[in-house]
């Protein structure tokens, strides 16, 4: 019979993955904790209208990326692409935006892309959203936050921060009329989808990767000759927060986003090291959405960083240590049934007094031989070897497995008495 496949675009992340995505989502919910930022957990499935009417019916997501399906009962529901909305749905109907108030998420999303290094169906990513205060101070936080974790991950040299205005809404009007005109009076250069824009969503246009639509776009009209006072003093005022703080930015007056509930500040953090799929985190300020979504005026801003592209950003610049991958400090080599059972009761032992230790015990039976190289497979440091000599001295044999330890004059292998077994392996893992 043939082999069911996963859908594609939606992968496995396989043992020798996990560690990097535990060391990012600890990390993340240190740091997110430190700041004062409480977790929410989400649905998956949200109804359909809420991302119509958040995410906006001309968007990419909207038009042809979303998951939707009818359930049983024929309501309309769709697998979330982002998690913005649904932690808006959730604040308002929960009552959460009386105070100002800081949240964090994170989790699957799903979006019918097509799928390529760092681009999948099913992608991670982790969300922080603050509501309630409409002053740029909150957005200098979210950055210094996000600076703070790219260092935390030995990726601070990687990634560069862009930030750009969009503007009130009535201000992006105005430049949208502006950039339509510049535009339509050279329709023939546009590319393809550029030219479907036009009329559906313009902005998008200005982060096209056509590079003789880019070449247009030098000639053409900028946001920031449109914005309106209050948010071109809010962009000011932010970049001099960034400046005080010793942040890095560039200012990329061609930088929107695919979603249409952003105002006033937006921004990305990018990096050259991963192809076309260059942006880790992505956000900016959205004062109107919990409004449109039924909640009072309540000003926010939020950014959402993708999961799989920072893992493979922190393989690429090396920081996550191989050590790290082992499954294993300590695997329990047994051969011959007095061996079994004086191993078993040994390693009983010491997980109770050395609870922190990974201890894997070998199952399955097998000569010395052959247990022993699924001890080094398993990236342990230290075998524990029980024979039948181990048995009759009521002893262990202590074996390092990794170069290193040999070279620190600790010497391969050694006789440990069955009673100072925990007593030295504390002393071995204590450095
Ligand atoms: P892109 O321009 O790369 O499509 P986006 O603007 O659609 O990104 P956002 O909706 O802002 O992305 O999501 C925030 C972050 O989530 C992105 O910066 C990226 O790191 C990640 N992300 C978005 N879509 C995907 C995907 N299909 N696969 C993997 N990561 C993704
Ligand atoms: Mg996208």
């Known amino acids: 019979m043939s082999h069911i496949q996963a859908v594609r675009g939606m992968n496995d992340i396989l043992p020798d993955d996990t560690p990097h995505w535990r060391l990012l989502e600890q990390t993340v919910s240190r740091l997110l904790a430190s700041y004062g930022y409480g977790e929410i957990r989400l649905p998956v499935v949200e109804k359909t209208e809420l991302f119509r009417r958040s995410i906006g019916e001309v968007t990419d997501i909207v038009e042809r990326e979303m998951y939707s399906f009818d359930d049983r009962n024929g309501d309309s529901l769709t697998l979330r692409p982002e998690g913005t909305a649904g932690c808006v749905r959730a604040a308002v109907q929960q009552g959460l935006l009386g105070v100002p108030r800081r949240l964090w998420y994170a989790g699957p999303m799903f979006r019918y892309e097509r799928p390529q290094k760092g681009r999948q169906r099913q992608f991670h990513q982790i969300g922080v ?27 601070g040299d990687s990634v ?45 246009i200005l982060d096209s990767k056509v590079p003789q639509t880019q070449a247009l776009l030098d000639g053409a009209p900028t946001m920031a000759d449109y914005l309106d006072e209050e948010s071109s003093t809010d962009f000011a005022r932010l970049c001099e927060l960034l400046q005080a703080a010793g942040q890095a930015y560039v200012v990329n007056p061609r930088l929107v986003r695919g979603l249409d509930y952003y105002n006033k500040t937006v921004y990305e953090w990018v990096t050259t090291r991963l192809g076309a799929q260059g942006t880790v985190c992505g956000g900016g300020r959205y004062d109107a959405l919990v409004e449109q979504l039924g909640g009072k005026p309540t000003p926010a801003v939020g950014f959402a960083m993708g999961m799989e592209r920072l893992v493979l950003l922190m393989a690429e610049t090396g920081a996550i240590d191989s050590a790290d991958k082992a499954l294993a400090d300590v695997y329990a080599v047994a051969v011959g049934e007095a061996a079994q059972l004086a191993s078993l009761a040994a390693i009983e032992s010491v997980r109770d007094q ?7 015990q070998h199952t399955g039976g097998g000569n010395f031989k052959n247990q022993l190289k699924k001890a080094d497979r398993s990236g342990a440091r230290v075998a524990l070897i029980w024979g039948e000599d181990e048995v009759r001295s ?38």
């Open 394 to 431: 009521q002893s262990v044999t202590l074996k390092f497995l990794r170069e290193e330890a040999a070279q620190e004059g600790k010497s391969g292998q050694q006789a440990v008495p069955r009673e100072q077994l925990e007593s030295t392996l504390r002393a071995v893992f204590a450095d």
């Open 354 to 360: 050395l609870p922190e230790l990974a201890i894997v």
């Open 129 to 155: 959203e603050s509501f309630g205060v409409a002053s740029p101070d909150m957005d200098a936080e979210h950055l210094l936050l996000c600076a703070r974790l790219w260092r935390a991950l030995g990726l």
């Open 160 to 204: 560069e921060l862009q930030i750009n205005s969009l503007g009130s809404s009535a201000a992006r009007q105005a430049y949208r009329s502006a950039l339509v005109s510049y535009l339509e009076a050279r329709v023939d250069d546009l590319d393809e989808d550029s030219r479907r824009r036009l009329q559906s969503n313009p902005l998008r």
